[in-house]
């Protein structure tokens, strides 16, 4: 028997922003569905209306470029097998390269067969057997990409790109810096399980953000505070489906072609890049507590919050402050 579950629904979101019940008033708002997921964009301050329908038309844009299928430029490549892409698209591929290289390829664009076999993309689940995951594992592989003055190639006939690990934390800074250069200090974009600040409330206070309990929907393992920065969750718990009393969620892990288990529920990831962002909550959920820890002790321009199956919620020192656990969680500050 088989069970699905799906994050498409608002109320599924894993980040829900919390207002406050002051005297704040929203200046527009839009409401509408793209890159999988509904979406909401918020905009405080002078011609707030017309900008919400600019940051809508901008994500549907971004949408219809990097969609893996279809007419789109990520789309048209899979189809044929490489070709030419824009400049913005080549910069942007150049980034997940990098950030698939940087992570050892925990993140890795190149997983789209696998993740088609698994019937992600198409709703038609199923479980491929080891013979047929091996295979299609030797479709996949980062370096194995070229991106040279906008055109792209691939070394094995048969790959395929998929940018939905990064698109809408891109998507997301876009329209942040879009709003920013026009003048708006206050600004809440929600994007499925990604949320983008601008500037803090409009009263100047920090938001408030709660992060969703990746066993619990109706619950939130704490609330951050923050301000200009996205907030980014990924988890086991976002889309999957049963077979056999067995649960497989979505996020595979590009050196298996399983779903990654790695003892983390979710991973969300606090930075100022919304397309870092987005990378890295895949990577570390796919790496595991230990290698996640040890990769942001290498670097330190992030930070983080996971969840752990054993019940442990674990952030980085950065969150000390600005993060008020929920009752019933243990509380670790990574070292």
């Excluded at 549907?60 to 990520?74: K, P, T």
């Excluded at 996949?140 to 055109?151: R, Y």
């Excluded at 072609?257 to 990577?283: E, F, H, K, M, Q």
Aim: net charge negative.
């Amino acid at each position: 028997m088989r069970k699905i579950r799906t994050a498409f629904l608002i109320v599924l979101i894993l980040v829900v922003t919390l207002t406050g019940c002051g005297a704040e008033q929203v200046s527009d708002t839009a409401d509408f569905f793209a890159m999988d997921t509904y979406m909401r964009i918020t905009v405080y301050g002078d011609g707030a209306d017309e900008l919400t329908r600019q940051a809508e038309e901008e994500i549907m844009r971004i949408e219809n470029v990097l969609s893996f299928s279809g007419d789109g430029e990520i789309g048209t490549i899979n189809e044929h097998g490489g070709g030419t892409v824009s400049e913005e698209t080549q910069e942007l591929l150049e980034r997940a390269l990098e950030l698939s290289r940087d992570t050892g390829g925990a993140f890795d664009i190149t997983i789209y067969p696998v993740v088609e076999a698994w019937g992600f993309f198409s709703g038609e689940y199923r479980v491929p057997g080891d013979s047929e995951l091996s295979d299609l594992l030797g479709l996949t592989g980062w370096e194995k990409v070229s991106v040279v003055d906008g055109q792209v190639s691939f070394q094995v006939p048969g790959m395929g790109i998929d940018l939905g690990g990064i698109g809408k934390g891109y998507a997301g800074q876009r329209v942040h810096d879009m709003l920013w250069e026009a003048g708006i200090s206050s600004a809440l974009l929600e994007l499925g399980g990604n949320v983008c600040l601008l500037g803090g409330r409009p009263d100047g206070t920090a938001w408030r953000v709660g992060i969703m309990s990746p066993t619990d929907g109706e619950e939130y393992v704490g609330i951050l505070e923050a301000r200009d920065v996205s907030i980014v969750t990924s988890g086991g718990y976002q889309r999957y489906f049963e077979e056999d009393g067995v649960r497989y969620h979505h996020i595979i892990d590009p050196a298996t072609g399983y779903p990654a288990d790695s003892g983390l529920l979710s991973v969300t990831i606090v930075c100022d890049d919304g397309a870092r962002a987005d990378a890295l909550s895949t990577a570390l959920f796919v790496m595991g507590e230990e290698e996640a820890v040890s990769y942001w002790a290498a670097r330190d321009d992030f930070d983080f919050i996971l969840v752990t199956q054993d019940g442990r919620v674990v952030i980085t020192p950065g969150l000390r402050e600005d993060f008020q656990i929920s009752e019933g969680y243990d509380l670790e500050v990574a070292a």
